[in-house]
């Protein structure tokens, strides 16, 4: 176990070398920050978002949750996801989920975990819409890494489904949203080759009208 005073020397040392490495490094990045990407991911502790893309300080807007979700009720998320899109102008939406999620496993199951099951209700949706899908697989593994990717899938759906994202496109704003999944035990990412980055890719009826937001465009 880590003592808590290691944490504040690792800060030390890893701030020097950064210095060391570009001296002008922290001064230039306390003036702005203008991150491209915006990633959505588990709070899970083997899936540091800025390590396994090779990010620095300054290059990633962050948000985690459990299971990586997109709930259109979370204030939260739906702040985090404003702010990127309307004032960074950030040009990519990331949803990367990972494999062997916790979070997604006990959405599977039928414990009780106390308000986390609340959060988690939205994967059990996700998993009685596809319920066929997954009675052809006993193995419990696969049917959990499946569940992940149905899950990265479903988030990148209700990010589009968002007014935030399709007033964006509206404007003629370029982004796009992308669905990655990880996997623990490689350290690899995978595309999950559903990309989203006009209206028109949105079913029907999830696109939202001209509002007040985006008439000024027109
Ligand atoms: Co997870």
Same mark, same amino acid.
Request: negative net charge; aromatic residues 8%.
């Given at each position: 176990?880590?003592?808590?005073?290691?944490?504040?020397?690792?800060?030390?040392?890893?701030?020097?070398?950064?210095?060391?490495?570009?001296?002008?490094?922290?001064?230039?990045?306390?003036?702005?920050?203008?991150?491209?990407?915006?990633?959505?991911?588990?709070?899970?502790?083997?899936?540091?978002?800025?390590?396994?893309?090779?990010?620095?300080?300054?290059? =990633?807007?962050?948000?985690?949750?459990?299971?990586?979700?997109?709930?259109?009720?979370?204030?939260?998320?739906?702040?985090?996801?404003?702010?990127?899109?309307?004032? $960074?102008?950030?040009?990519?939406?990331?949803?990367?989920?990972?494999?062997?999620?916790?979070?997604?496993?006990?959405? =599977?199951?039928?414990?009780?975990?106390? $308000?986390?099951?609340?959060?988690?209700?939205?994967?059990?949706?996700?998993?009685?819409?596809?319920?066929?899908?997954?009675?052809?697989?006993?193995?419990?593994?696969?049917?959990?890494?499946?569940?992940?990717?149905?899950?990265?899938?479903?988030?990148?759906?209700?990010?589009?489904?968002?007014?935030?994202?399709?007033?964006?496109?509206?404007?003629?704003?370029?982004?796009?949203?992308?669905?990655?999944?990880?996997?623990?035990?490689?350290?690899?990412?995978?595309?999950?080759?559903?990309?989203?980055?006009? $209206?028109?890719?949105?079913?029907?009826?999830?696109?939202?009208?001209?509002?007040?937001?985006?008439?000024?465009?027109?």
């Amino acid at each position: 176990m880590t003592e808590i005073t290691q944490l504040l020397k690792n800060n030390r040392e890893w701030a020097e070398s950064i210095t060391k490495e570009n001296p002008d490094f922290f001064h230039k990045l306390s003036q702005q920050q203008t991150p491209e990407y915006l990633w959505i991911g588990c709070s899970d502790s083997r899936v540091p978002a800025n390590d396994i893309v090779g990010l620095l300080p300054g290059e =990633l807007f962050v948000h985690r949750n459990v299971a990586n979700v997109v709930i259109h009720t979370d204030l939260n998320c739906q702040a985090v996801l404003q702010y990127a899109v309307d004032v $960074l102008k950030v040009k990519h939406i990331i949803v990367t989920g990972h494999y062997g999620c916790g979070g997604v496993k006990a959405a =599977l199951g039928d414990e009780q975990l106390g $308000l986390i099951d609340n959060w988690l209700r939205a994967i059990r949706d996700i998993y009685y819409r596809n319920e066929s899908r997954f009675r052809v697989i006993s193995d419990e593994e696969k049917r959990t890494d499946l569940m992940c990717e149905l899950n990265v899938i479903e988030q990148v759906a209700n990010i589009c489904h968002t007014n935030i994202v399709q007033n964006a496109w509206r404007r003629g704003q370029e982004l796009s949203v992308h669905g990655w999944i990880y996997a623990v035990k490689d350290g690899i990412i995978k595309d999950l080759g559903v990309k989203v980055n006009k $209206l028109e890719q949105v079913a029907e009826a999830y696109r939202m009208g001209v509002s007040d937001a985006t008439k000024s465009d027109y």
